[in-house]
């Protein structure tokens, strides 16, 4: 059954899994994808924002603001009670796909794990086009999801699929993320080769459109790390890049 993100359940157990990988690793790749750091960067879309974790990373490392925005109520009403900061502001996404922003105005757009929960082709297209009508020109979108080429491999802090196992475009496809103290958390997600979402990102009018497969450094021996065995070789995330 597909994971509704609409439960209050949901949500509170999306918060109890601790993003590791993502704070080691995969976060500073992907704001330094989306040139968080340059000096025209001052608003930020973080389009399926969830409990706002992204959004809180984002304002430790960059002076900017955040529109984080999600179509899941009890996703926001976390982000709400856990993550209140002046330079952070939530809205609810609708059933259109459209946030309440001009066009062409924000300097830069970021997503997290937001594609791999969508089953219908058309909702994504339709998600890539809003985030392309809001961005200034020049200005950079950039997505982290999972790396589906990485598909059974047995990762110490999840996996996702079966080995040796086949899925087609679109076939769901079962994430195990691990939690402290906890059975691991059963995510039902959806399997998009990289060539889909680069062809959507095309589609929508984006140019310079590309992917960067981030691994930990082999010397990596900060937090963690003994966690973090396999990700020295092989790429657990997917980053996109496209400039509008
Ligand atoms: C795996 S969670 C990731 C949340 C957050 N980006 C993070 O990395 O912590 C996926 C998020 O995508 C949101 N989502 C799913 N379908 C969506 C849609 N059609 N439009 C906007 N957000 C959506 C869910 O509500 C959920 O918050």
New binding site residues.
């Given amino acids: 059954m597909t994971t509704d993100?609409n439960l209050l359940g949901v949500a509170e157990s999306?918060e109890d899994y601790v993003?590791v990988r993502e704070r080691t690793f995969a976060w500073s790749a992907l704001f330094e994808q989306a040139g968080l750091g340059d000096r025209d960067c001052h608003r930020v879309l973080?389009?399926?924002?969830?409990?706002g974790?992204?959004a809180e990373q984002i304002l430790r490392s960059h002076d900017v603001s955040v529109i984080a925005a999600?179509?899941?109520p009890s996703?926001l009403k976390v982000a709400q009670h856990k993550r209140q900061d002046p330079r952070i502001s939530y809205q609810t996404?609708g059933p259109d796909?459209r946030v309440d922003l001009p066009d062409g105005e924000l300097d830069a757009a970021i997503?997290?794990?937001?594609f791999v929960?969508?089953p219908e082709t058309d909702?994504i297209q339709s998600?890539v086009e809003e985030v392309y009508r809001v961005l200034r020109p020049g200005a950079t979108y950039a997505m982290l999801e999972v790396n589906p080429d990485s598909v059974g491999v047995p990762f110490e802090l999840g996996q996702m699929g079966r080995m040796g196992r086949e899925y087609a475009v679109g076939e769901a496809i079962e994430m195990r993320l691990a939690r402290p103290d906890a059975e691991p958390m059963s995510i039902l997600d959806y399997h998009w080769p990289k060539e889909v979402h680069l062809d959507r990102l095309r589609k929508a009018g984006f140019r310079d459109v590309g992917l960067v497969d981030p691994t930990l450094p082999t010397e990596y021996d900060g937090p963690d790390a003994d966690r973090l065995q396999v990700e020295r070789t092989m790429a657990p995330y997917t980053i996109y890049v496209a400039r509008k």
Avoid: E, H, K, L
């Fill in positions: 993100w999306y993003p973080d389009y399926g924002a969830g409990t974790r992204v999600d179509r899941s996703m996404i796909q997503s997290c794990f937001v929960c969508i909702t998600i």
